[in-house]
């Protein structure tokens, strides 16, 4: 090697990527808001002219149509990535956050809310994923190595110091050292846990979710997920069936993605409360605090979860503020990426509540799973009503697929963020260039002549 | 005519323009949080084959840097709109509005906020526009003679039906039929009032506010606007300078653009109080409903307000029930259109909050002039604390420009949205193509050279 240093290493590609799973086509993942999702991905891939070949890989996740919208969201913060210094990028990911959300111009999308800012979550997350593999850990092992003090020098406190203020967070990171090592030998042996939502589905009839459910039980799993909220009968009848497939001992959460307004999702709620829901999640919009809060002091004992699509801190921190929560979502790729989540799980820490993270769709399970391993290690240091969402959609796409054993999570290994897609399936499912879709279109083609 | 009808008139085309004009460069609308905005705007035009040849003109306003992605929003929503028939989507806009919120696949991306529901609201506000135009009427006549059970037709309750039913917002209606006919008189004679922020913008020296601080009260105004935020000595000296050059009898309004935390808010806006301002907008993140509650309840007697980054009628729901608002400032071009405001207006009635319209920008005062005129004659009744914003920017730029007389905006009188923009400044300022920014950009490449 050369004694004389060379040019500094440099971010020197930002590209994006239209991939789309044409997932509509068998009804997975169908509930009372979605009917047909097209689970799909705006990836960005970081580039850099390092040795080491490194890349760092980041998606939004949308359902379909409008992804062209979302990657032309990523498309427009590439003149905030390139040519910015690798070694400085991966030291403070933290600057790169706040000169994404600071740029005054993009600002007025948002601010901090929807295309931009899932957009914004994509480029952190592929910075975060870029850090890891440089580092040589998986990213959850990356966070829990970390200096607290490091770690609150990346939060932006902004609209939050009135919850949290930065000296509450290095409290809350100090204590969480305390057992981290022991926690770590069981994670690493027994995984964290996992519900899952595969058998659940608006989609499917009564015998597939039966089916479904009584094998969701026998893998181990302690919780399942019912989609509900298209028709109250259905519901009555679909919770019954899951909870005789399950028994009494499963903790069968409802899920309503938003279906409802204030007063309905009351009474709709008390209706379903026989069959013993455990949570009822999404039970209307996401902006609304204050009737997530009249929502959760009508239907106790039943818990109120939501966060999948919670925009920012700003509505975590009230949601915590007001009472509205007992279960907090938190999405790895709808808010601002890594950062903003640090922010969010210590808020949760602050306010006693436990995160069980939203997944499934594309990549989501791989994503989240690294920031619900940091918060047992270093955060809440439990695992106790904590659990992470699992749907067994799609995760072959990845170099680093989610593994899962006898209903938990198994901590990756494998440095990044498991962020990467598989060449060949980006390939094949970008739209509308990649084999599948060209294939698809020309055969619709040959229909309609 | 030939008395067999013709086929049925659809829309036929929704064309997009990114059109963006270099206010930048005058620090015209620079304030704490936006320092060098280009004002520009995500054009949409609805095109018919009717033979009167009316177009739907409207936008999304931006200040620059993404308005590519705005204007790419707009595109994904034109499968919507194409194909349509004309006489159902000017008989009943609603159905559009609420098809639009209601796609599945693009709902994800928000949902009701940022990109794509801006989008949303040029869409709907291009179909009011077209509507208005067919009936011969400017929008605030359309909307002022309505039938209540109609414009009822046109809000979606989804939602809001715990603060406010479609029973009480068909009351509120029919109460503000009495009374109207005068109220239209007035309107037509002396216009709306008008407060305005040329002189207060951060970019401009004391001798620049203390001239144009004059020269507003000269022109008739009786409130103007300061922004703050950046500075507190520096704004200091600015409130001083401008209470000494208006006069204690001159409302004098902040604005600090959501630069602050909760307590900073609070401290900062103690601090200017010696100046007696009427109000303190934006002091916060336009997401902080529990915030601005905290802020109201700190600062009295100077008033609240926000609104124009508020995202969607459920925020401003939540607003209006946690009382954290004093004042509810209504942007055109924010939320979904037309028919969301028509709900944020009937939300402020029933919580007795005057609304005083975000205006400035591009076209936003040509807007948001329609919806205070209806909210004057058919809702509020009054105008009594109403004021719309003014800025004398850009306005030049439309068919139908903003006339302002003796601080009052006079009632337009041409049919339509008033939101049609001038061909001749959409060819000068359509980005990159555009003649402007051609010359521009060439001129910078002979710089570089």
């Given at each position: 090697?050369?004694?004389?240093?060379?040019?500094?290493?440099?971010?020197t590609a930002?590209?994006?990527y239209?991939?789309?799973?044409?997932?509509?086509?068998?009804?997975?993942?169908?509930d009372?808001?979605?009917?047909?999702?097209?689970?799909?991905a705006?990836?960005?891939?970081?580039r850099?002219?390092?040795?080491?070949?490194?890349?760092?890989?980041?998606f939004?996740?949308?359902?379909?149509?409008?992804?062209?919208?979302?990657?032309?969201a990523?498309?427009a913060?590439?003149?905030?990535?390139?040519?910015?210094s690798?070694?400085?990028?991966?030291?403070?990911?933290?600057?790169?956050?706040?000169d994404?959300i600071?740029?005054s111009?993009?600002?007025w999308?948002?601010?901090?809310?929807?295309?931009?800012?899932?957009?914004?979550?994509?480029v952190?997350?592929a910075?975060?994923?870029?850090?890891?593999?440089?580092?040589?850990?998986?990213?959850?092992?990356?966070?829990?190595?970390?200096?607290?003090?490091?770690?609150?020098?990346?939060?932006?406190?902004r609209?939050?110091?009135?919850?949290?203020?930065?000296?509450?967070?290095?409290?809350?990171?100090?204590r969480?050292?305390?057992?981290?090592?022991?926690?770590?030998?069981?994670?690493?042996?027994?995984?964290?846990p996992?519900?899952?939502?595969?058998?659940?589905?608006?989609?499917?009839?009564?015998?597939?979710?039966?089916?479904?459910?009584?094998q969701?039980?026998?893998?181990?799993?302690?919780?399942?997920?019912?989609?509900?909220?298209?028709?109250?009968?259905d519901d009555?009848?679909?919770?019954?069936?899951?909870?005789?497939?399950?028994?009494?001992?499963?903790?069968?959460?409802i899920?309503?993605n938003?279906r409802?307004?204030?007063?309905e999702?009351?009474?709709?709620?008390?209706?379903?409360?026989?069959?013993?829901?455990y949570?009822?999640?999404e039970?209307?919009?996401?902006?609304?605090?204050?009737?997530?809060?009249?929502?959760?002091?009508?239907v106790?004992p039943?818990?109120?979860?939501t966060?999948?699509?919670?925009?920012?801190?700003?509505?975590?921190?009230?949601?915590?503020?007001?009472?509205?929560?007992?279960?907090l979502?938190?999405?790895?790729?709808?808010?601002g990426?890594v950062?903003?989540?640090l922010?969010?799980?210590?808020?949760?820490?602050k306010?006693n509540?436990?995160?069980?993270?939203?997944?499934?769709?594309?990549?989501l399970?791989?994503?989240?799973?690294?920031?619900s391993?940091?918060?047992?290690?270093?955060?809440?240091?439990t695992?106790?009503?904590?659990?992470?969402?699992?749907?067994d959609?799609?995760h072959?796409?990845?170099?680093?697929?989610?593994?899962?054993r006898?209903?938990?999570?198994?901590?990756?290994?494998?440095?990044?963020?498991?962020?990467?897609?598989?060449?060949?399936?980006?390939?094949?499912?970008t739209?509308?260039?990649?084999?599948?879709?060209?294939?698809?279109l020309?055969?619709?083609?040959?229909h309609?002549?």
């Amino acid at each position: 090697m050369s004694p004389i240093p060379g040019p500094p290493v440099r971010v020197t590609a930002v590209d994006t990527y239209d991939i789309r799973f044409p997932t509509s086509r068998e009804l997975d993942g169908s509930d009372a808001m979605n009917p047909d999702p097209d689970y799909s991905a705006a990836y960005v891939v970081l580039r850099t002219d390092a040795a080491d070949g490194h890349e760092g890989h980041g998606f939004s996740f949308t359902i379909g149509r409008g992804n062209e919208v979302q990657v032309a969201a990523i498309h427009a913060l590439r003149d905030h990535v390139i040519g910015r210094s690798v070694d400085e990028l991966c030291a403070d990911p933290g600057t790169l956050n706040r000169d994404l959300i600071g740029d005054s111009q993009l600002r007025w999308l948002g601010p901090e809310k929807g295309v931009m800012h899932m957009a914004i979550g994509a480029v952190v997350n592929a910075a975060w994923d870029l850090t890891a593999k440089r580092a040589g850990k998986p990213l959850w092992q990356l966070l829990a190595d970390a200096d607290p003090e490091w770690l609150v020098s990346q939060i932006d406190f902004r609209y939050i110091s009135d919850a949290l203020t930065p000296d509450e967070a290095l409290d809350i990171l100090r204590r969480g050292r305390a057992g981290a090592e022991d926690r770590r030998t069981r994670l690493l042996e027994r995984g964290f846990p996992a519900y899952t939502t595969s058998a659940g589905w608006l989609g499917y009839d009564d015998e597939k979710l039966t089916r479904l459910a009584v094998q969701a039980v026998r893998d181990g799993f302690r919780q399942i997920k019912l989609k509900v909220g298209a028709d109250l009968d259905d519901d009555i009848r679909r919770c019954r069936v899951a909870r005789s497939a399950v028994g009494p001992g499963i903790r069968m959460a409802i899920d309503a993605n938003q279906r409802w307004d204030v007063d309905e999702a009351i009474r709709w709620t008390k209706a379903l409360t026989e069959f013993d829901p455990y949570w009822i999640e999404e039970p209307t919009s996401p902006d609304d605090v204050l009737g997530h809060a009249a929502i959760r002091a009508a239907v106790a004992p039943v818990k109120v979860a939501t966060g999948e699509h919670v925009q920012n801190r700003v509505v975590f921190k009230q949601l915590l503020q007001a009472g509205a929560l007992d279960i907090l979502q938190i999405d790895a790729a709808r808010v601002g990426g890594v950062n903003e989540n640090l922010a969010i799980l210590l808020l949760a820490a602050k306010f006693n509540v436990p995160v069980c993270p939203h997944a499934g769709g594309v990549g989501l399970c791989e994503l989240v799973q690294h920031l619900s391993m940091f918060d047992y290690l270093a955060v809440s240091g439990t695992t106790d009503d904590r659990v992470i969402e699992y749907v067994d959609h799609l995760h072959d796409h990845f170099l680093d697929p989610v593994v899962i054993r006898e209903g938990h999570y198994m901590a990756p290994t494998t440095p990044g963020f498991s962020a990467t897609m598989r060449p060949e399936s980006i390939a094949r499912y970008t739209f509308p260039g990649g084999t599948f879709w060209a294939a698809d279109l020309n055969s619709q083609k040959g229909h309609a002549a």
